[in-house]
């Protein structure tokens, strides 16, 4: 019975994780697509403007 204890939880593990992977691409796509990807040009943009802004405003 040590063999079925000790492959347990990583077979337990692979289930879930094979579930999220499944929840992850079904939920790819859709109505939301459009508002998801536009969050993410807006995050891109910001950390865009961050980057080309001066170092020293001041001087």
Known sequence: MDYVSA??????M???FIGLIRVIVKTQ????KAK???AVDAALARVEVTRQAP????A
């Open 29 to 32: 796509g859709g109505a939301n």
């Open 7 to 12: 492959l347990l939880p990583p077979t337990v």
């Open 55 to 58: 170092a020293n405003p001041e």
């Open 14 to 16: 692979a289930v879930f």
């Open 36 to 38: 998801e990807d536009a």
